[in-house]
C-alpha cells in the first residue's frame, strides 16, 4: 500500500525545541550567577553594577555560542532527515513500481491472454469447418475471429499509451486530456473532461494511481457498456477531498452479478485496489439500461511549510 509521508515534528515544535536549546544553558547559568552574587551581596556592595555587567556579557557570550552550536546541530540533522526523506520516497516508488506490474500482468493474463486463448480456439474451429467443406459457416467465424482480433489490438494500444503517459512531468489534468483525446480518436466515444484545480494537488505517485484508476474505468466503457458517450468529472468534495466520477450512458448491469457461473469483476477489482491503497473509498453504481457510474473519493494532501527548519518536517526532492 502506498502511503504519504508524515512528519516527525511539525514545525512550530522544532522551533520551540531549538530556542529552548539556544536560551536554556544561557539562562540557567546567568540565574545561578546572580543566586551567587546576591547570596555574597553583603561582602561586594561596591561591585554589584560591576558583576552585573559581568553576569549579562557572559550570558550574551554564553547565547551567541550555543546558538551556533544548535544552528548547526540543526542543520546537520536537516540534511540527515533530509536524506531519510529521499529514500523513503525511493522506496515508496519502487513499491508503486512493484504493485503497477503485478497489476499489468494481472491485466494482460485477464484479458488479453483470454482473447488470445479465444483466438486460437476459433482458429481450430475454422480449420475443422473448411475441412468440413462449410463454407459459410467457417466465413462467419472468420468475422468473429476478426473482432477478437481488433480487441486484442485495442488492449494492447491502451496499455502502450498508459504506460508512455508521463504523469509526474505533464500534471494529472494534461495527462488526462492527452488520454481522452486518444481515447475519443481511437474509438469514435466521445468523453467530457470537467476538473477544477484540487486534481493537480497530489503527490505524482497519487496521481499515477488516479490516472490508472480512470484508465481503466474508461476501458470498461469501451468493452463492456456499449455507451454512446462518457464523462470524467474531478471535483473539490468539501475542503480535503477530491471527488472521481467516471460515467457513462451505456448498457449498465448488476453490481455482483454472475455470468457463466463466474464473478463478472469489469476490472471493478484492481481499480478498487487502487483507491484503497491511497486510503479512498470506491462506489460502483449501475442498472440495466441505465449506465454506469464509479465513484472514487480521495484525501486531498494538505500544503506544507517549507520555511525555517520546516525541512526537518518535510522530505525535499
Not at 181 to 202: C, K, N, W
Not at 206 to 232: D, G, M, S, W
Request: with cysteine; glycine share 8%.
Amino acid at each position: 500500500m502506498v502511503q504519504t509521508h508524515r512528519p516527525v515534528m511539525t514545525h512550530r515544535r522544532l522551533l520551540l525545541f531549538k530556542w529552548l536549546m539556544v536560551f536554556l544553558p544561557s539562562v540557567t547559568a546567568a540565574v545561578g550567577h546572580s543566586l551567587i552574587e546576591h547570596t555574597d551581596g553583603g561582602q561586594h556592595t561596591g561591585g554589584g553594577t560591576l558583576d552585573l555587567s559581568a553576569t549579562l556579557l557572559v550570558t550574551l557570550l554564553g547565547l551567541v555560542l550555543t546558538y551556533i552550536f544548535v544552528e548547526t546541530l540543526f542543520r546537520v540533522l536537516g540534511r540527515l532527515q533530509a536524506e531519510a526523506s529521499a529514500r523513503e520516497q525511493d522506496i515508496l516508488t519502487m513499491s508503486a513500481m512493484m504493485q503497477e506490474r503485478e497489476r499489468l500482468s494481472r491485466e494482460l493474463h485477464d484479458g488479453v491472454a483470454q482473447l488470445v486463448a479465444d483466438l486460437l480456439l476459433r482458429l481450430d474451429t475454422i480449420k475443422e469447418l473448411v475441412e468440413a467443406d462449410r463454407q459459410r459457416e467457417a466465413e462467419a467465424e472468420l468475422e468473429r475471429l476478426r473482432g477478437v482480433a481488433d480487441e486484442i489490438y485495442a488492449d494492447i494500444g491502451e496499455s502502450i499509451t498508459g504506460l508512455r503517459t508521463n504523469v509526474a512531468e505533464l500534471g494529472l489534468i494534461c495527462a488526462l486530456q492527452d488520454y481522452v483525446d486518444q481515447f475519443e480518436e481511437r474509438h469514435q466515444i466521445p468523453v467530457s473532461l470537467r476538473t477544477d484545480g484540487a486534481a493537480d494537488r497530489f503527490s505524482p505517485l497519487t496521481a499515477l494511481q488516479l490516472f490508472r484508476f480512470i484508465q481503466e474505468a474508461l476501458t470498461n466503457v469501451r468493452k463492456h457498456a456499449a455507451a454512446r458517450e462518457a464523462t470524467v468529472t474531478l471535483a473539490s468534495n468539501g475542503p480535503d477531498r477530491l471527488r472521481v466520477v467516471v460515467a457513462d450512458d451505456g448498457q449498465g448491469f448488476t453490481p455482483g452479478s454472475q455470468k457463466n457461473g463466474k464473478a463478472r469483476p469489469l476490472g471493478l477489482t484492481s481499480m478498487r485496489e487502487r483507491v484503497e491503497a491511497l486510503g479512498g473509498t470506491f462506489q460502483v453504481d449501475s442498472q440495466p439500461g441505465s449506465g454506469t457510474q464509479v465513484t472514487a473519493i480521495i484525501t486531498i494532501p494538505r500544503p506544507k511549510r517549507e520555511n525555517g527548519h520546516a525541512a526537518l518536517a518535510t522530505p525535499t526532492g
